[in-house]
């Protein structure tokens, strides 16, 4: 079994600020994490994903995520927000089932940048 | 770049009809899979697709379902007859590892 839990539903920053949205996980083999972004009326985009080599992953747009096996977290990371940064934030915890692999997704957090 | 293309963008019928919605995958794909996201809702898996056979399926994919590859770049998602609780946004997505996927821009279908 896995889940995915993202903890804050909107997070609030202003632009040229740090940008900081969690996640947490469970799964009960050595999963693969991705986060994706979804602009308005857009499809989900692929930001980076995590696959069991270096912790710390850089995504596309600044965006990068640390893997922390001990605190089963993996948060996602960007030094200074933009305003093209606000969109909605999907955590996903992807493992092995019978040869697939079945995700889950996190509920999504919406980032608001104020100018 | 490439991406995953879906078909129709909005899609409104009436309860008990049947749809199609229409996707194509990156052309050099080999997994296919089909989410969908009720509005304020999580997205949510609905089956995944390899080798020209159904690999995983989801509790929600019931025999109301199915999903085809007609004709090696389409893939399809068949709702017999639709539900008001079918209204959502149904995402297709393609990748060449069974764990990464690409996603289309979704159809919101809507069921009167």
């Known amino acids: 079994a896995q889940s995915v839990t993202q903890l804050d539903s909107h997070v609030s920053v202003s632009e040229g600020t740090p940008v900081l949205l969690r996640c947490n996980y469970s799964s009960s083999y050595s999963p693969s994490l991705f986060w994706y972004v979804q602009h308005p009326n857009k499809g989900l985009q692929l930001l980076l994903k995590?696959?069991?080599?270096?912790?710390l992953v850089k995504g596309i747009n600044g965006f990068e995520a640390e893997f922390k096996k001990s605190e089963t977290s993996f948060h996602l990371t960007k030094p200074s927000a933009h305003m093209s940064d606000a969109a909605e934030y999907f955590c996903v915890v992807s493992a092995p089932s019978g040869g697939s692999y079945i995700p889950t997704f996190g509920r999504g957090t919406s980032l608001i940048v104020h100018p | 770049e490439p991406e995953v293309t879906q078909t129709p963008s909005h899609q409104v019928t009436q309860m008990g009809q049947e749809v199609i919605l229409r996707c194509v995958p990156i052309s050099n794909h080999l997994y296919f899979y089909w989410y969908r996201q009720i509005l304020g809702q999580k997205v949510e898996f609905l089956v995944s697709f390899y080798n020209n056979e159904i690999s995983e399926k989801s509790e929600i994919f019931d025999d109301q379902f199915s999903v085809e590859r007609p004709d090696g770049s389409n893939f399809t998602l068949k709702i017999r007859s639709t539900k008001l609780e079918d209204s959502a946004m149904y995402f297709c997505?393609?990748?060449?590892?069974?764990?990464?996927?690409?996603f289309g821009p979704g159809t919101r279908l809507t069921v009167l």
């Open positions: 995590y696959t069991s080599a270096a912790t």
């Open positions: 997505a393609s990748g060449t590892l069974a764990d990464t996927q690409y």
